[in-house]
């Protein structure tokens, strides 16, 4: 069993900037990818953005060029850092971790972007 642990959520203005983290609890070596996916009320739970173990990155056509996804192997940590904020970027915000096949899901980070 994957602990995945999401932190980082917040209130933000329209422009400005969050940065969320995920922790998983196994060693990266065991985990093939993780990805960040949202959530708006009313909608589907959506592709933000996925990293391979070999750092190989893809995105969603909405957040290309203001969001970018990073991982750091010697602390489990995967990071969103997002800029350009759009009230539209408005969601609960859940990453995972793969392990052989397996999808393991965090808790999820409510970001609100608003004035």
């Known amino acids: 069993q994957v602990q995945v642990v999401e932190s980082g959520g917040g209130l933000a203005q329209p422009g400005g900037s969050l940065r969320l983290s995920c922790t998983a609890s196994e060693s990266s070596i065991s985990i093939s990818a993780m990805g960040w996916y949202r959530q708006a009320p009313g909608k589907q739970r959506e592709l933000v953005a996925i990293?391979?173990?070999?750092?190989?990155?893809t995105y969603a056509d909405s957040v290309k060029g203001r969001f970018t996804i990073s991982r750091d192997n010697a602390k489990n940590t995967v990071y969103l850092q997002m800029n350009s904020l759009k009230p539209e970027d408005t969601a609960d915000y859940y990453c995972?971790?793969?392990?052989?096949?397996?999808?393991?899901w965090g808790k999820g980070t409510l970001v609100t972007v608003s004035s």
């Open positions: 995972n971790a793969a392990r052989w096949g397996v999808l393991y």
């Open positions: 990293i391979t173990s070999g750092g190989t990155t």
